[in-house]
């Protein structure tokens, strides 16, 4: 059965100059769902993350997010991306205020603090970057994404810079407040288990140039998700083991042969 187009990407293709990045993509993503694009590097995942942002044009194909073509940069789709980019001489609030003074302008003071405390960090809501760890920086921009109620979140690496057990803690917070809000995700990572752990779907992604999706696995683990019970468990070993496959044996070996 289909899913919902809550998210429709229709015959995309992306090209740069003579380069051809992406070709005939077609993906649906349901409302509420979370899905991982996951690829080698240059195989054109973060290009297909920032076409859907409205960052880049699409050479071809249609954009539709909850009924709406997709022709530019919106409220209805929040951003993370690997750099934090918080502006340096803002407090955490400030930061957070800034991207929703415009969409909740009778509610600026109200949404920040809710996103802020989502995220954990009403305590640091006055301390300006640099006096706040790596990690706490991508829980400011998870909470200025969240803050102006998007339709969809876009992460781009959200945790690619990060140490492992920071990622690991930021993983398990992303778990949290994407089960508390509800929100439709969808995600670029180069992380195996990151992808497994995190998604309902992981779209694979052929190699470049002219990059396509491979094959999409449905990842029906239940959830609230435990990550030490996981690591242990057979069938997140066996959805890891398809991914692998597809990413180091029908991907590599072929480009080798």
């Not at 302008?105 to 603090?113: A, I, L, S």
């Not at 497994?196 to 696995?217: K, Y």
């Amino acid at each position: 059965m289909p899913p919902e187009k809550f998210l429709s990407v229709e015959g995309l293709n992306m090209a740069f100059g003579s380069a051809v990045v992406l070709a005939g993509i077609h993906l649906a993503v349901r409302r509420g769902e979370f899905v991982s694009l996951i690829g080698h590097s240059g195989c054109g995942k973060s290009t297909l993350l920032n076409v859907v942002a409205g960052l880049l044009k699409p050479s071809s194909g249609t954009v539709v997010l909850a009924g709406r073509h997709v022709d530019g940069p919106g409220p209805d789709r929040g951003v993370v991306f690997q750099n934090h980019s918080l502006l340096p001489w803002l407090t955490c609030f400030g930061n957070v205020y800034l991207a929703v003074e415009r969409v909740f302008p009778d509610k600026r003071k109200e949404r920040t603090h809710a996103a802020l405390d989502l995220v954990g960090l009403s305590h640091a809501e006055h301390k300006y970057p640099h006096q706040i760890s790596g990690g706490m920086k991508q829980r400011v921009g998870i909470a200025r994404a969240l803050a102006i109620e998007p339709k969809m979140l876009l992460l781009d690496e959200p945790f690619g810079a990060l140490d492992a057990l920071t990622r690991a803690t930021l993983q398990d917070e992303l778990m949290r407040i994407v089960g508390q809000t509800g929100a439709t995700v969808l995600m670029v990572t180069h992380d195996v288990d990151e992808a497994v752990m995190l998604s309902d779907r992981v779209v694979m992604m052929t190699n470049g140039p002219a990059a396509r999706i491979g094959e999409i696995l449905e990842v029906d683990l239940p959830r609230p998700r435990n990550r030490l019970a996981l690591a242990h468990d057979a069938k997140f070993m066996e959805l890891r083991a398809a991914v692998l496959e597809f990413l180091y044996d029908k991907q590599v070996r072929r480009k080798a042969a």
